[in-house]
């Protein structure tokens, strides 16, 4: 029996096209975790007609035009997290052509319960047997653009604050400059390793000083298509299709979205000639059709057998997102700790009596994991003219916020979703992705040989490890990922990189701080690109938080109830903090 793509409900369907209502009454729909009002959509704000281009003038312009606009947030828990979905709202909504919906509200200690339990997993018990039945703790984690139902956009980007960079990847703007230069406005000028963002609202104030502190690069990758909707608009049901949107609202809203069955019927709007096929992927949890675990284990282990080659490259953040030092003694620096903590675990560093980490498992079949797995993170340097700081060096990560995968230059994976149980277990927040394959096909080399790759995600990847890498022009090194000549050039310019930012900057993390002793005594030109190596060891040696101590929440509510929780060895100092932030990034 012949089954659709990866357990799809829809079979593959070529040379579809949208069906218009009544010449193409245009519409757009919008899916976001944090929506900022006043973000920039052209850069520098000042020049030319670019402030016509900040997202709520560009959308009141556009609804005022009689498009109807449609947006759905994140309605987040303000004692945890910064969103401020209702203002954005309130900001939106100036024309009845715009609606916004916030969904999945959460009460306190739904935030508790969920963080805590993905967190401690088999400290605490599961989810589901202390979830309340009206908590719903998850998060529309999707970044979602639909215009006119016939061009999409779905990735890593959030319509927000700190996330427009180019390749550049500057640490810098220009205060000393005429106004006329400046990129990054406000809030949007960001470092969230040294201020988190706060009261979004007020989106003009300036968190950190352009002229003594660095913002975070950020790394991140959305794609954008055509694509080909079969829809009949003189047959559409009237019952509303997503259940949570039904009593917002109703049947005299605008334009409201409502279920569309699928026809026969076709009608070829443009000449859309694309090479491309995409699916679209939701979240998927065991009863519609399930996760495969330890998939990438199980493939090293295969590949070692038959001798193979095969390798896996990570590109990672070095940190985690938020804001503190590891030597403080602070909400946020125990949840930065524990987030770098967990991450470990999970990469190279498992439980002493059963080392479950992706290292652990593949030493116990007698594999090296370097030769089949690495991982390594991004960075880059800069000077600010400054004279609080006379002219000092600068370096930091660039985060990477993009969730993306290329298999064999033949598939891409690109959305929402990161690889851990809050998006991959399928019923926690609600994800997006595509799987694109390319039927344009080119020669290439794949492990030294010959075969054709797929257009679309060979230059991906090329352009990306030529971004990594520093090699602005075309060269022979990328185009073979497999190959031991490639890996040679890309650790090589990954180790020299991380000496070069050792030696000049004494970047944390790092492998030469083993130990707290280390770290305390670790006083703060790369060749090539931005590539660094992940440091396995860093903070090896160093004392790590327990949580023995802790039974259950219940056991925390009826001590405490909603007030301060102190926990020993400093572990919970305020759960309405920002120590409770790491379970929703």
């Known amino acids: 029996m012949e089954t659709n793509p990866y357990g799809s409900f829809a079979s593959p369907k070529e040379n579809v096209y949208a069906k218009c ?22 850069r520098p704000p000042a020049h030319n007609d670019n402030e016509n281009y900040r997202l709520d003038k560009l959308l009141l312009k556009k609804a005022t035009e009689g498009v109807k606009i449609y947006i759905v947030l994140y309605d987040e828990n303000p004692k945890v997290l910064y969103l401020n979905s209702r203002y954005a709202e309130s900001t939106l909504m100036k024309h009845p052509n715009i609606i916004v919906f916030r969904h999945a509200e959460n009460n306190f200690w739904s935030t508790v319960e969920w963080g805590f339990n993905k967190l401690w997993n088999g400290v605490f018990p599961s989810a589901d ?97 055509n694509v080909g909707i079969i829809l009949n608009p003189e047959k559409q049901e009237i019952t509303l299709s997503i259940p949570f949107l039904k009593e917002a609202a109703t049947d005299e809203s605008p334009g409201v979205i409502r279920t569309y069955k699928y026809f026969n019927e076709t009608a070829e709007v443009d000449s859309l000639k694309g090479t491309c096929s995409v699916q679209i992927l939701r979240s998927a949890s ?31 953040p070095l940190i985690p997102g938020f804001e503190g030092q590891f030597d403080e003694e602070s909400e946020s620096s125990t949840v930065l700790r524990l987030t770098m903590d967990f991450q ?28 089949y797995i690495s991982f390594y993170g991004l960075r880059t340097y800069a000077k600010i003219d400054s004279e609080a700081i006379k002219k000092a060096k600068i370096n930091l990560q660039i985060y990477i916020h993009s969730k993306l995968m290329i298999v064999d230059d033949q598939i891409v994976i690109c959305g929402s979703a990161n690889l ?80 070069i930012y050792d030696e000049v ?58 007030a301060k929780l102190s926990v020993e060895d400093g572990l919970i100092e305020d759960l309405t903090g920002s120590s409770l932030s790491a379970a929703f990034k």
């Open 286 to 316: 065991k009863w519609s059709h399930g996760i495969e675990l330890e998939a990438l284990v199980k493939r090293i282990i295969k590949a070692h057998k038959l001798q193979e080659k095969f390798r896996v490259i990570v590109v990672m």
């Open 505 to 562: 900057f004494h970047c944390l993390p790092s492998d030469n701080v083993k130990t707290q002793s280390d770290y305390e005594n670790f006083a703060p030109k790369p060749n090539k690109g931005h590539l660094v190596l992940f440091p396995y060891d860093f903070l090896k040696g160093a004392e790590t938080i327990t949580f023995h101590k802790i039974k259950t929440l219940k056991d925390l509510k009826d001590d405490f109830g909603e």
């Open 21 to 42: 209502f009544n010449g193409r009454k245009n519409e757009i729909f919008i899916e976001d975790w944090w929506l900022s009002p006043e973000l920039y959509l052209r």
């Open 420 to 499: 851990n149980d809050r998006s991959q277990i399928g019923k926690h927040d609600s994800e997006i992705a595509a799987i694109i394959k390319d039927t344009d096909e080119i020669n290439s080399k794949l492990a030294g040989k010959s075969f054709k790759a797929s257009k679309f995600a060979v230059s991906l990847r090329r352009h990306l490890f030529k971004e990594h890498l520093g090699l602005l022009q075309d060269s022979e090194h990328e185009k073979d990922p497999v190959s031991d000549g490639f890996f040679k050039l890309w650790r090589g310019i990954a180790e020299e990189n991380t000496k």
């Open 129 to 225: 047997s202390v979830k309340h039945p009206e908590i719903d703790p998850d998060s529309f984690w999707s970044k979602i653009v639909v215009i006119d139902r016939h061009t999409a956009f779905i990735g890593g980007l959030d319509l927000c604050f700190g996330r427009y960079d180019t390749h550049v990847h500057s640490l810098t703007d220009f205060p000393t400059f005429a106004k006329l230069s400046e990129v990054w406005p406000g809030q949007d000028y960001n470092n969230v390793r040294i201020k988190d963002f706060e009261e979004v609202q007020k989106w003009k104030n300036v968190l950190i000083s352009k002229e003594i502190s660095a913002r975070m690069p950020w790394h991140d990758i959305s794609i954008g298509f």
């Open 344 to 371: 470990y675990r999970s990469i190279c560093r498992g439980d002493d009596k059963c080392d479950d980490s992706i290292w652990g498992q593949l030493k116990k079949a007698d594999i090296n994991p370097e030769d």
